[in-house]
């Protein structure tokens, strides 16, 4: 459970805008000229995107660093120098982008400058530009508990803007849906697919039953996870009384906020995101936090650049 949101929540300037005040077109223009304009200015174009590239082709033999994917180790080359090397690769000239999108009801929070469903439908805009270009296709699978959509894989700055306003224009479910964020996961994998890269987004609220789909997924995809957050999901306010809510059973609770209750709580928010990190990391998965109280421009590009530096072999 997590507090309902204060009314009159204060929105920031770094904040994506809202999809929910009734001017959905210019929010979504407003979007993609923030996410063109800030990656763009902020990396100086001087990167490749997301992954560099599953490829098909073999490159040059480098030395093993830790993090690189051992999928790429060069068996050859280890036994010859008695020290692990993987080999690069060539990237393939079109990639191949999936996109599974958790809009269940738990991602209607917001106690920040925005709702988590707004984060999640402007990390998915930042995915298609940076995956962009080259003949790359991009598609989807948006779920919300009540209803899936699947949205065909197609390249293009015009349907990269139809998937985004699509997944904006879903209707919310009724509080009381419970998401399934394993069954949109498996939905990827049928039928298999080419080799590309494949992105959940997602708040991964609750029990890991997710797993088993995740590794599948990563078993034949570059696969990241984008964890999606509120502050309010980290450490109760220290507000006297306050309602905590489920809104994906229904279920309320007021409850005063006591030095015990919040110290508990803590522990046991820390605790199921110490779980989810180590269940991503058994996955395969690369693990990229959003929060509703931060700079979500700055803490994708923080994060792309961390990971150029890890394929260059400088990251460790």
Known sequence: ???????????????????????????????????????DGLLQG?????????????????????????????????????EAHI???VADRELETWVVLDLSPSLDLGTASCEKRDLA??????????TRGGGNRIGAVV???????????????????????????????????????A????????????????????????????????????ARHDLLAVEVLDPSELDLPDAGTVVLADPETGRQREVQVTPLLRREFAAAASAHRDRVATTLRRCGAAQLT????????????????ARKRTWSGGGR
Not at 189 to 202: E, K, N, W
């Open 87 to 89: 080999r690069e690769t």
């Open 1 to 39: 459970m997590s507090p309902q949101a204060p009314a009159g929540t204060r929105r920031r300037a770094t904040a994506p805008p809202s999809l929910r005040d009734g001017r959905l077109e210019a929010a979504l223009r407003n979007l993609e000229l923030t996410v063109r304009g800030r990656l």
């Open 183 to 218: 069954e949109a996961v498996e939905q990827l994998r049928r039928p298999p697919r080419r080799r590309g890269l494949a992105v959940v987004v997602s708040d991964f609220l609750g029990e890991p039953t997710w797993e088993r789909a995740m590794r599948g997924l990563s």
């Open 143 to 181: 779920a919300t508990g009540e209803q899936t959509v699947r949205i065909p894989a197609r390249s293009g700055t015009a349907h990269a803007r139809g998937l985004v306003r699509r997944a904006a224009e879903l209707p919310r479910a009724p509080e009381g849906t419970r998401g399934d964020l």
């Open 290 to 305: 959003l929060r509703t109280d931060s700079d979500w421009i700055a803490d994708i590009v923080r994060f792309v650049l």
């Open 121 to 130: 439908v402007a990390a998915v805009a930042a995915i298609a530009h940076l």
């Open 46 to 82: 001087n990167h490749l995107g997301l992954v560099p590239g599953p490829g098909s082709e073999p490159g040059e033999a480098r030395v093993y660093q830790p993090g690189d994917d051992v999928r790429r180790m060069d068996w050859a080359v280890t036994a010859r120098t008695t």
